[in-house]
């Protein structure tokens, strides 16, 4: 059986009666697809311009939030909370961990061997539960990325 496509059929519906019928690429001509190009580009050139002013918009709105000490906003309909960022951990401050005798088993765990060093952020975490010494030094490993913004629009 072949699958169902919109490039591939076109599906006109009266009641329960439906028409399926095939429609041949080759039935364009090239002022049409020239068309549905330039349509394209002027799509494609407005949303790039629209994700490099979310980015800034979203840059502002972190420095302001950062500035109030804040990952809160609650006004005019809108609340805004800045979520944590997806971590990532720097290889040579986790070292330590491996040389520990309390932490080694569960550091070898978090170490996972890709085509270079990447450590388990949930088993991680399970070694900085051991407190100390162990928390700090995955907290000095831990690097943030950028906050996630999440934005609910109250009263709609």
Same mark, same amino acid.
């Given at each position: ?18 028409? /399926?019928?095939? /429609? ?31 980015? &800034? ?16 906003? %609650?006004?005019?309909? %809108? ?10 951990? &720097? ?16 550091? &070898? ?10 450590? &388990? ?5 399970? %070694? ?9 030094? /995955? ?9 996630? %913004? ?7």
């Amino acid at each position: 059986r072949t699958r169902w496509t919109p490039e591939r059929y076109s599906q006109t519906c009266r009641g329960e009666r439906c028409i /399926v019928e095939e /429609v041949f690429a080759s039935s364009m001509n090239d002022r049409d697809l020239a068309e549905l190009i330039k349509r394209y580009e002027k799509i494609d050139e407005a949303y790039q311009i629209a994700r490099e002013a979310r980015y &800034n918009l979203g840059a502002e709105i972190r420095m302001v939030m950062n500035q109030r000490d804040s990952v809160l906003f %609650i006004g005019d309909g %809108i609340e805004l909370k800045l979520g944590l960022g997806k971590p990532s951990y &720097n290889p040579d401050k986790l070292k330590p961990l491996l040389e520990m005798d309390q932490s080694a088993e569960l550091a &070898n765990e978090a170490m996972e061997v890709v085509t270079t060093e990447r450590w &388990n952020g949930t088993k991680l975490n399970k %070694i900085a539960q051991l407190g100390g010494k162990y928390r700090q030094i /995955v907290e000095d490993a831990t690097e943030r990325g950028l906050s996630k %913004i999440e934005i609910t629009k109250k009263g709609d």
